[in-house]
């Protein structure tokens, strides 16, 4: 969500500034993480990078084993900070986003998963 400009606090990411737990878990992790919005694509659109895009849930397993062994990882972050604009999501918040990634992971490769 977009909001005035607040200060992030130090050791965490810009979803710090959020409100859905979901998100706010994720605030400490070391990945350079944004909220969907104008932020996050006029950053990749600069610096021309691929959109690397998490959509989850508070109570998801799966968002919780990426989270533990995968976003919580320096030298995993390191990578993702580098090549990518990381935009991560909360389904609850935004089913509207979901069910388009979901629509279109379905035709992509005929399966998909909560």
Known sequence: MNRPEKAIPEGKN????????????HADNPVDWYPWGKEAFAKAKSEDKPIFLSIGYSTCYWCSVMERESFADASVAEL???????????????????????????????????
């Open 14 to 25: 810009r979803l710090a500034l959020e409100t859905s737990p979901y998100l706010l878990k």
């Open 80 to 114: 993702m900070n580098r090549y990518v604009v990381s935009i991560k999501v909360d389904r609850e918040e935004r089913p509207d986003l979901d069910g388009i990634y979901m629509n279109a992971i379905m035709l992509m490769t005929g399966q998909g998963g909560w």
